[in-house]
């Protein structure tokens, strides 16, 4: 069974561009959730979709935002780049909010903001 | 607000040994607590979970204790092993909000 996918692993920008990054599933998963991890902070919850909608969303500014597509994959969009920004930014999936299923975890895209 | 803390940023123990690794929370809302490993350079690899109407979950090696009275869950790891040494994070979330809260991690190390 493949795993949760995330492109690309690493991605370099400028402040004040703009950083799409991708995630599929874990096939027959419906719900997507992505996580910031800073330098020597924990993981931050970002944003949850379930079913295409948005479900949930952390303590981040509206520049975050992010799209779940038919097929359940996601993007998550990050305008109006600045310098704190720098993160691995982690994706997971689980099979959605009717049970209390644990998340399963992509490997993460590593964006820096120069 | 920090409503899911490990307290040790760092735990080194023998090969052989037992490993235990707290977490402490304070929203009693939370219904579902999980440990999760992770690797530099991987993302966090989910390892056992444990429901509020629990207070104990079995796998292997891994045993998660969970005392709601205290707000505390554990993660005991018997018998540790080399292969073990990474860091660990606890979480924790309620069913209708699907948004799981991640302690700081602890690192662990286990010594041949």
């Known amino acids: 069974e493949a795993g949760v996918t995330q492109s690309p692993t690493h991605l370099i920008k400028t402040r004040g561009q703009q950083a799409t990054l991708r995630c599929s599933p874990i096939?027959?998963?419906?719900?997507v959730y992505w996580y910031q991890q800073a330098l020597g902070l924990g993981l931050q919850f970002l944003l949850w979709?379930?079913?295409?909608?948005?479900?949930n969303r952390g303590n981040f500014p509206p520049r975050f935002s992010g799209r779940q597509f038919p097929n359940y994959s996601s993007e998550l969009n990050v305008n109006a780049l600045e310098l704190e920004d720098s993160a691995l930014y982690l994706c997971?999936?689980?099979?959605?909010?009717?049970?209390?299923?644990?998340?399963?975890f992509g490997n993460g895209t590593r964006l820096t903001v120069t | 607000d920090q409503q899911v803390k490990q307290n040790s940023p760092s735990l080194s123990v023998q090969e052989g040994r037992i490993s235990i690794l707290n977490c402490d929370y304070t929203?009693?809302?939370?219904?579902?607590f999980l440990w999760y490993k992770k690797y530099p350079a991987e993302g966090p690899t989910f390892l056992i979970s444990?429901?509020?109407?629990?207070d104990k979950n079995e796998d292997g090696r891994f045993t998660v204790f969970l005392n709601k009275s205290a707000k505390h869950l554990s993660l005991h790891i018997v018998p540790s092993q080399p292969g073990d040494s990474a860091v660990y994070f606890c979480?924790?979330?309620?069913?209708?909000?699907?948004?799981?809260?991640f302690g700081q991690g602890t690192t662990l190390q286990v010594k041949p």
């Open positions: 997971a999936s689980s099979l959605g909010d009717r049970e209390l299923t644990p998340l399963h």
């Open positions: 929203n009693s809302m939370f219904d579902y």
């Open positions: 096939s027959g998963h419906t719900s």
């Open positions: 979480a924790a979330g309620s069913s209708n909000t699907g948004k799981l809260i």
């Open positions: 444990i429901s509020s109407i629990k």
């Open positions: 979709y379930d079913e295409g909608e948005e479900r």
